[in-house]
Each structure stands twice: as C-alpha cells, then as structure tokens.
Nanobody
Framework: QVQLVESGGGLVQPGGSLRLSCAAS????????MGWFRQAPGKEREFVAA????????RYADSVKGRFTISRDNAKNTVYLQMNSLKPEDTAVYYC????????????????WGQGTQVTVSS
C-alpha cells in the first residue's frame, strides 16, 4: 500500500502561483511513477502532469504546459506541482496518484490516490 497526502492548496488570484506537495508513505516511493490530476465541479477528473520514477521524464496536459512544473524528491518521498500564471479555469480539487509499478504517464493505471486539495483561482 502507498498512502498519499496532498497539501498546499488554497485561494489565489489570477496570475498567481501555488506549489502543491504530495507526501508518500508505505512502499518504496522511488519505484512509482507519479501523477497529478484535477477535478472541477461538474466535470470529469482530468490528467494534469506525470513524472517517471527517476524524475527524468515528465508529461503535461496541453492546458497547463509552460505554466505548471512537476518534480519529485525521492529522498523526501514527495512529489510537487508548481503552478504559475494560474487562471480561473484551473480551479479544481487536485489529486496526486501513484501509478502501477513499471508504468507512468497520462494513460497509466494509477492504483493509489490522495484525498485531494482544493485550488481556487479567483479575484
């Protein structure tokens, strides 16, 4: 089992920045590709960003490319999502997830999920 706990959400004005963190515990964190997803009210959950187990490879949804950066610190068992130039349409609950071992990316199977953290972008 992998337990995931997100933090860092909040209210921010358009154009502002936030950094989300996801702390993992349980099994060896560095074995897992990690992803960030989000779900806005009334919408399906959507992929945001993913990072390979080594941290050397990343993928982004087109809607966040150039504004968001995913990173990880395997020594701290933590994955991050730096969000810059935030827009109202980024408002959602953000979830981190751990992919099935040996997989990663937007189409991987994600077996473990955090409880989510709310991000609200509004003036």
């Amino acid at each position: 089992q992998v337990q995931l706990v997100e933090s860092g959400g909040g209210l921010v004005q358009p154009g502002g920045s936030l950094r989300l963190s996801c702390a993992a515990s349980g099994r060896t964190f560095s074995n897992y590709g990690m992803g960030w997803f989000r779900q806005a009210p009334g919408k399906e959950r959507e992929f945001v960003a993913a990072i390979s187990w080594s941290g050397l490879s990343t993928r982004y949804a087109d809607s966040v490319k150039g504004r968001f950066t995913i990173s990880r610190d395997n020594a701290k068992n933590t994955v991050y999502l730096q969000m810059n130039s935030l827009k109202p349409e980024d408002t959602a609950v953000y979830y981190c997830a751990a992919a099935r071992i040996g997989t990663w990316g937007p189409t991987a199977n994600y077996d473990y999920w955090g409880q989510g953290t709310q991000v609200t972008v509004s003036s």
